[in-house]
């Protein structure tokens, strides 16, 4: 959830409805992972709620505690979440707890409208409790200063680590109460002492009651209560505001209750249908495609950085993190986004591939003269993270900017990233071994060899380049681009295809690989070898070869046994256990079906996709996950965008009745 304009769109949170893959003894909904100016990092995570019994002291917790839970959004188009909780105490009587949130058009400050309804009239409290996340994410500094100020009329927890700031405020719409009834920072993990969390004072150790604190410093969590008295039906309104500057993330989340949630909703609800009135949108006609469509659109555009990149994903599956930007994940999505006429956020992920590529003469660990590539992944201001080389890492963003030229015919875009383009087509000519390209990471990140995707994308990459040459008048050096992507294009069944494969003659994730791996990666079929035909265009969709390849995707041991899924490929052990699951992957399933298609093997497979197997896939609010397991449920990282990328492209490609976005041909 995220806001398309002004300063909301500088806020991404993220819900989770548990239970998790784990499967913990855990039922409710809750905020998480709430982020600003940086989608990358979060500020903090965990917005837990929690009601008290004031009779007994017995707390309940909304993550823990809820004995059952609900999520979703206004609208495919307004991410607008609904969360609903419903709790048992232990002498039987029940509670609710309903909250809508959003994110304040106007300004960064996230905005959660609670209700919560109690069946009997014993006297309750309420608590809002979050933890901070403010580290740095590189040096592992993750001191803050945390405290409670009075300004305006209102009580604040503000916090800050020297550079971001937040104010945690809440009102009370129908008494007008701006104070706390109570708060605590405490210091995260501390179980014990005048230091202890939040948390352990609270829900631990506590009897429904704060011990007071008012200020604190590291690593810390903060609460703040609210007496309901007798009252069984209570409202109020929590505001989370950020900024550059105390008064600044003050003023953000005092301005945002004033207005209050009814406003605010109705602004969010209005920039987000003006986003959306600006797009070329043909969704399907089915409703349940449709919404999966819109959403897919919708979770693109909030994980959109200010500075242009899209994270990966708004979620980390224990502890890693996909709040990182890769540049491949980024070129499918401005392949979506150029689909459905999004171009200012096309354009802008384009730039942003443009000012982080290496443009300087920098060798990594294997010594490798980088200059012209992009690092395996970045952090949203453009720094670098993991830096294998992977060369759909290379030729893609050289096919993004031909796709947006082709789609747009602006001149001033192909001469914009023009530079761009020649540097990264410079390094793969470079990047030549007896007529293929040299060895390289392949797209899961975990062999190095003469990849079958990362190979296609470079053929792809200096067909896309010859194409921006001629545009731009160096009829020479599209001459030598395309030269060397058809000698490439002749081997590539050499390197790439095994007749006597693990399944039978597929193609592979990659010949000569650096280190064994089970299946051996040389003779395992991949998910990721269909991007030969769509988009890298490198090998038809209806080639012996190919199709001998999708033949195999039905076979149990590469595909998920109780769903029409297909997996990264046999013997994959990247789950949640670590250890090869029953499942499946939809990015994978989406091109193996695109290739079902075109090659007519199946001419209903990206229409059943579309409109039967994507849909019995979703998470609870409708999105479209990373992987899933054999029954089609969802079992790690909910919501990858690339997945979102592809469903909106294999409607978009259905619409048009062909492929959307295939790089050039010979």
Sequence with gaps: MSAPFGGGRNVLAAVNKYPGTHHRAWNGALIEEVSAFRLDVEQLYDVHVLLSRTDSGVTLDVRNDA????????????????????????????????????????????????????????????????????????????????????????????????????????????????????????????????????????????????????????KVDAAIGL??????????????????????????????????????????????????????????ADATARELYELSVTSIKCAQDRLGGIIAGAFKPEQFSYRYIWPRDLVIMIQALSSIGAMPEARRALDWLDHVQ??????????????????????????????????????????????????????????????????????????DQDGFPKRHQDPWEEIWGHTTEGSAAAIAGLRSMAELASAAGDDAYAKRCRERAATWASNFREYCFEEDGLLGAHYVTASDPEYPDWPPADRRPDGAVFMAYWPWNVVAADDETMVSTVEHATDTAWRAKRTPCLGRYPGDDYTPTGVDEDGGWPICEAYADMVRWQSGRDTDAVSDYVHHHAPEWVTSANLLPER???????????????????????????????????????
């Design 67 to 218: 004995v059952a839970s609900t999520t979703g959004y206004t609208s495919s188009r307004v991410p607008e979440i609904k969360i609903h909780n419903d709790f048992r105490f232990p002498d039987g009587e029940g509670a609710a707890l309903d909250q809508r949130v959003l994110v304040s058009p106007n300004t960064p400050t996230l905005l959660i409208d609670n209700r919560a309804r109690f069946e009997d009239a014993r006297g309750h409290s309420l608590f809002t409790l979050a933890s901070l996340g403010m580290d740095d994410i590189r040096t592992g500094n993750d001191v803050e200063e945390a405290a409670r100020r009075h300004v305006s009329g209102y009580d604040f927890i503000i916090a800050h680590d020297g550079n971001r700031y937040l104010a945690i405020a809440q009102r009370n719409p129908e008494t007008g109460q701006t104070t706390f009834d109570g708060q605590r920072i405490g210091l995260q993990g501390v179980e014990s002492g005048p230091d202890r969390s939040a948390w352990q004072d609270l829900y631990v150790d506590g009897t429904g009651t704060l011990t007071e604190t008012t200020e604190k410093e590291g």
């Design 227 to 284: 007496h309901a008295g007798r009252e069984t039906d209570v409202r109020w309104t929590t505001g989370i505001g950020f900024g550059k500057s105390e008064r600044e993330a003050i003023d953000n989340v005092r301005w945002t209750l004033d207005a209050g949630y009814e406003r605010e909703r109705a602004t969010f609800e209005a920039v987000w249908e003006a986003w959306y009135a600006n797009l070329s949108l043909s969704p399907p």
């Design 358 to 431: 290496i443009d300087s003469h920098t060798t990594d660990k294997r010594d490798i003269d980088r200059y012209g590539t992009w690092w395996q992944n970045y952090y949203a201001d453009g720094s670098d993270h993991w830096q294998e080389l992977q060369l759909d890492q290379v030729g893609g963003p050289i096919y993004a900017h031909w796709l947006l030229y082709e789609e747009t015919g602006d001149n001033a875009l192909l001469e914009a990233h023009y530079p761009m383009s020649r540097r990264a087509a410079d390094f793969l000519l470079s990047w």
């Design 628 to 666: 899933v397991d054999g029954a089609g449920r969802p079992r790690w990282n909910a919501n990858l965008l690339w997945s979102q990328a592809t469903y909106v492209l294999l409607a978009e490609s259905m619409r048009r009745g062909e492929p959307y976005g295939m790089a050039p041909g010979r």
